[in-house]
């Protein structure tokens, strides 16, 4: 027997389809749910035991944040201005370095803070030479903070300035602008060859109940046929996940049509990518028929409702995917609407932006306990911790959250609303009192144990703050004059392009 503890609530959620239990508890034996049930019934046969919550919180399961990179500091807070990701992709690549450990450590604090106790995590490399150390120091930092991950290293072998033609593209590049983004190639970095064993050497060294590793190839238009075909048979053997973009912007879309003559969905299902294994994150614009190949495959979306409007990619077809049998989960891809992570606002994003299938009264639309399922079990299911968490009953591992309800329930709110309105509709991630991972308690009372947060975030702002160098300043340099390049080479694509949305906001007529 593990070490046992009462977690007790004036509320219990045990998962999006039970009705709530006033005065619920549960036990806690080790790292597992023993038992679930009203606190009067229970706590006669566990006396003496710790108890951990006063009663007067709201219990959910752990939430499950379905796509990251995790970046601790934002995009916008070193130097990016959100923007069409074609453009703005570039300039993540001119932020001064810090701390792979510590960035991630960051994020992955702000994750826990709103409620989140796993996360996928899609690694996109910052140096490709020392790429070894960088993977192993963004897995060490969720295992030192006591996080639940799903690690994605990530690849891109193929179009790597615009989707089509690179060499003609680089070639009305300014010679100085190509010698600055073209450094000469380096056997040491990265790449296509070494991926495969990478991926197996991780997972080797930090496969375990709390982090496994799949695989992250970027997107269908940055990675080749060959290499998406590889990794869906290694996946496959392995029995584990494949993370990928797909269809984020109105750009990637025609380059499906240009290139292959049928969607990027289309595409991936004609090369055999699609399965019960893949999650594609965004999805921004897929076909109807597109919607129907991924219900009939298997295949899951995570939605990133503010990161596809920080980015102006627009808004995903979530209710009309959901409506035909679709797997989504919610992914905050580090660009909260606050700019926080705040997992429960991402929450209440997702409901609030899809309520407009429709302008017709009291027509259909996304109900709490969909968004509530979304954040738990369909996450957890997308990360391969189906069987283990997403649910609180007897027997899954004890990845649970307290929400204090005092501000939620000020000055007053109508017993009749039910609690996961309440809970969707009020909570914000200040309100996420304690956070217990497989069984170990990783904040108590706002206060993160694992680590010193404060310390933390002084360290990534000295790191952050230090002078460019004049390299740094010609690369940056380097990168404003590609944008305007790119806006060029793109401009025609968009007059190749019919709408028909699916959502119904205003008319211009």
């Given at each position: 027997?593990?070490?046992?503890?009462?977690?007790?609530?004036?509320?219990?959620?045990?998962?999006?389809?039970?009705?709530?239990?006033?005065?619920?508890?549960?036990?806690?034996?080790?790292?597992?749910?023993?038992?679930?049930?009203?606190?009067?019934?229970?706590?006669?046969?566990?006396?003496?035991?710790?108890?951990?919550?006063?009663?007067?919180?709201?219990?959910?399961?752990?939430?499950?944040?379905?796509?990251?990179?995790?970046?601790?500091?934002?995009?916008?807070?070193?130097?990016?201005?959100?923007?069409?990701?074609?453009?703005?992709?570039?300039?993540?690549?001119?932020?001064?370095?810090?701390?792979?450990?510590?960035?991630?450590?960051?994020?992955?604090?702000?994750?826990?803070?709103?409620?989140?106790?796993?996360?996928?995590?899609?690694?996109?490399?910052?140096?490709?030479?020392?790429?070894?150390?960088?993977?192993?120091?963004?897995?060490?930092?969720?295992?030192?903070?006591?996080?639940?991950?799903?690690?994605?290293?990530?690849?891109?072998?193929?179009?790597?300035?615009?989707?089509?033609?690179?060499?003609?593209?680089?070639?009305?590049?300014?010679?100085?602008?190509?010698?600055?983004?073209?450094?000469?190639?380096?056997?040491?970095?990265?790449?296509?060859?070494?991926?495969?064993?990478?991926?197996?050497?991780?997972?080797?060294?930090?496969?375990?109940?709390?982090?496994?590793?799949?695989?992250?190839?970027?997107?269908?238009?940055?990675?080749?046929?060959?290499?998406?075909?590889?990794?869906?048979?290694?996946?496959?053997?392995?029995?584990?996940?494949?993370?990928?973009?797909?269809?984020?912007?109105?750009?990637?879309?025609?380059?499906?049509?240009?290139?292959?003559?049928?969607?990027?969905?289309?595409?991936?299902?004609?090369?055999?990518?699609l399965g019960k294994n893949l999650s594609i994150g965004?999805?921004?614009?897929?076909?109807?028929?597109?919607?129907?190949?991924?219900?009939?495959?298997?295949?899951?979306?995570?939605?990133?409702?503010?990161?596809?409007?920080?980015?102006?990619?627009?808004?995903?077809?979530?209710?009309?995917?959901?409506?035909?049998?679709?797997?989504?989960?919610?992914?905050?891809?580090?660009?909260?609407?606050?700019?926080?992570?705040?997992?429960?606002?991402?929450?209440?994003?997702?409901?609030?932006?899809?309520?407009l299938a429709s302008h017709e009264l009291d027509s259909?639309?996304?109900?709490?306990?969909?968004?509530?399922?979304?954040?738990?079990?369909?996450?957890?299911?997308?990360?391969?911790?189906?069987?283990?968490?997403?649910?609180?009953?007897?027997?899954?591992?004890?990845?649970?959250?307290?929400?204090?309800?005092?501000?939620?329930?000020?000055?007053?709110?109508?017993?009749?609303?039910?609690?996961?309105?309440?809970?969707?509709?009020?909570?914000?991630?200040?309100?996420?009192?304690?956070?217990?991972?497989?069984?170990?308690?990783?904040?108590?009372?706002?206060?993160?144990?694992?680590?010193?947060?404060?310390?933390?975030?002084?360290?990534?702002?000295?790191?952050?703050?230090?002078?460019?160098?004049?390299?740094?300043?010609?690369?940056?340099?380097?990168?404003?004059?590609?944008?305007?390049?790119?806006?060029?080479?793109?401009?025609?694509?968009?007059?190749?392009?019919?709408?028909?949305?699916?959502?119904?906001?205003?008319?211009?007529?």
């Open positions: 027997m593990g070490r046992t503890r009462l977690i007790k609530g004036k509320y219990v959620i045990p998962a999006y389809d039970q009705s709530p239990i006033e005065n619920g508890c549960m036990m806690v034996d080790g790292n597992k749910i023993a038992e679930v049930g009203r606190y009067d019934d229970l706590i006669g046969r566990y006396k003496g035991v710790e108890e951990i919550g006063d009663g007067s919180q709201l219990i959910i399961p752990g939430l499950v944040n379905a796509h990251s990179h995790g970046r601790g500091v934002s995009d916008f807070q070193r130097g990016g201005i959100d923007n069409t990701l074609e453009t703005w992709l570039w300039s993540t690549r001119t932020y001064i370095p810090i701390s792979t450990y510590n960035d991630v450590q960051f994020s992955a604090a702000r994750l826990i803070e709103s409620g989140v106790t796993t996360t996928m995590h899609n690694h996109i490399l910052r140096d490709p030479i020392l790429y070894e150390a960088e993977f192993s120091e963004a897995i060490k930092a969720y295992l030192d903070i006591g996080m639940r991950v799903n690690f994605c290293p990530a690849i891109r072998n193929q179009n790597p300035f615009v989707y089509g033609d690179n060499n003609g593209f680089l070639k009305i590049l300014p010679e100085e602008v190509r010698r600055i983004l073209l450094p000469p190639p380096d056997s040491r970095a990265f790449s296509e060859d070494r991926y495969l064993k990478t991926v197996s050497d991780l997972n080797a060294q930090f496969g375990s109940e709390r982090v496994r590793i799949s695989y992250g190839p970027l997107a269908p238009q940055w990675c080749t046929d060959e290499l998406l075909k590889k990794i869906k048979e290694e996946a496959d053997k392995k029995g584990v996940e494949i993370h990928i973009h797909v269809l984020q912007t109105i750009l990637q879309k025609i380059y499906g049509l240009k290139t292959y003559g049928k969607s990027l969905i289309e595409h991936m299902e004609e090369i055999g990518l965004h999805c921004v614009f897929p076909t109807l028929k597109d919607i129907d190949i991924l219900a009939k495959s298997g295949a899951s979306v995570s939605h990133h409702p503010s990161c596809n409007l920080r980015e102006r990619n627009g808004v995903s077809p979530v209710y009309q995917m959901i409506q035909r049998g679709v797997r989504i989960g919610i992914g905050l891809d580090g660009k909260g609407i606050n700019d926080d992570d705040d997992f429960l606002q991402e929450m209440r994003m997702c409901y609030l932006l899809h309520r259909p639309y996304l109900s709490s306990r969909d968004i509530f399922r979304m954040a738990t079990v369909n996450g957890a299911g997308m990360l391969g911790f189906g069987d283990q968490i997403g649910r609180l009953e007897k027997g899954r591992r004890a990845d649970i959250v307290l929400i204090d309800l005092d501000r939620i329930l000020q000055p007053y709110v109508d017993p009749r609303q039910d609690l996961f309105d309440v809970s969707l509709y009020r909570a914000k991630g200040s309100d996420v009192n304690t956070v217990m991972i497989d069984g170990d308690i990783v904040m108590r009372n706002r206060k993160l144990l694992p680590i010193d947060k404060k310390g933390l975030s002084q360290r990534i702002g000295e790191q952050a703050s230090r002078e460019w160098t004049p390299q740094e300043k010609a690369f940056r340099e380097a990168v404003q004059t590609l944008r305007e390049y790119l806006r060029t080479y793109y401009e025609k694509w968009y007059k190749e392009m019919r709408f028909d949305p699916y959502y119904l906001f205003n008319s211009k007529t």
